[in-house]
């Protein structure tokens, strides 16, 4: 195993980096699908969701977030992208600005959360250095989806 | 008996908030680096840089003491690089203080120390001694907790 994957606790064959509100999320290729554009998405009407999105035989929402990963109220458009994030036979759409795809392991190296920077807890498991001088959030599609059915369910009166 | 000194750095965090640190804490002064947010981190830090291929993280004290627009110093944010051990023996590591102007030197001597003042201040728990200089109560801040500890921990 090596470091990238120890530190996200699988095979890592390479990263999608999901940009939006000036950050980046940087997802292991194993836990995000094919991107969409958002006209593909098909009609929701549950809370703050943007579409449904199908994979594996199912329908799933998306979401676009802020820069603290809370969904956000938002209006799509042609340029709208979305990643589908995959864990554990379920899927969420990310609405990003930009996706990138690095399809190497060591494209990203991976660098512990400082302690002063862990007030609460977080789905970013670490923070990754890619193209040199760039920084992203190293998050599991697990760990992401948790965060937003926690943020999603905090969010109802 | 002549009294002891040494070298220390000034570091003005906002108009009414200053610490110091011995002259070989800091190792490099940077102008307006590329910041990096990070999620679900406190006000005084949620963010990090880049130098010299390490992620740092960056603490800036201004942010909870600011509030009040007349405590705002002018000019541009300057970043300091801080070193620090956590255990002695094992390899240094560095973090960076967001300061209001740029660090300035002084002598600090034995005749210098004063009590710790009763402020609630965010720098209280991260204080190690204190120094009397131009008026303040200097605080001596303690790197391994600034950088390593979550402002809830303290």
Known sequence: ?157 | MSELSAKAWLLEFSRNQVAAVGLHELVEVLSRPKLYHVPMASPRSHQVLVWRDEILPVVDFGAISTSEPEDALPGGVVTAIAVYQTVPGEPLRHGALQLAVMPRTLTVTDNMACAFPETNSSLDKLTISCFSFENYAVPIIDLTRVFERAPREL
């Open chain 1, 1 to 157: 195993m090596n470091a990238a994957s120890a530190v996200v606790g699988g095979v890592v064959s390479g990263w999608i980096a999901c940009g939006f509100d000036e950050i980046t999320l940087l997802i292991p290729m194993e836990d995000a699908g094919a991107r969409i554009d958002a006209d593909e998405l098909d009609s929701a009407s549950g809370h703050l969701q943007l579409g449904l999105l199908r994979w594996q035989d199912d329908q799933w929402p998306a979401y676009r977030l802020d820069r603290e990963l809370i969904p956000v109220q938002w209006q799509t458009n042609a340029s709208t992208v979305v990643l589908p994030v995959c864990s554990n036979g379920q899927a969420r759409g990310i609405v990003c600005d930009q996706i990138r795809v690095f399809d190497h392991p060591v494209a990203v190296s991976l660098h512990p959360v400082p302690g002063c920077l862990r007030e609460r807890p977080s789905p970013v498991i670490a923070l990754g250095l890619y193209e040199t001088l760039r920084v992203g959030l190293v998050v599991r599609g697990d760990s992401l989806i948790r965060h937003l059915d926690a943020a999603l369910k905090s969010m109802t009166p």
